[in-house]
């Protein structure tokens, strides 16, 4: 694949699109995520952190990202 072949990923439940050949954390970065401050749900499971540079996205993936938010007295 080339660098500037887009694919279409759902993102928390929205089509979007980004570069084919991605791993999950560049894939995050893409999206505007700060990868350590998010949890991800990928294709239905929640996938551990240490997961994430081995796995690539690909075509019609699915990525529920929740943001990590501090706060509290």
Do not use: K
């Amino acid at each position: 694949m080339s660098a500037a072949e887009m694919i279409a990923v759902l993102l928390n439940g929205e089509q979007r699109s980004c570069p084919a050949g991605l791993d999950l954390e560049a894939a995050l970065r893409h999206f505007g995520y700060e990868p350590r401050l998010v949890v991800v749900e990928f294709n239905g499971a929640i996938l551990p952190r240490a997961h994430w540079p081995d796995q690539l996205v690909r075509e019609a993936d699915g990525l529920e990202v929740v943001t990590i938010v501090g706060g509290g007295f």
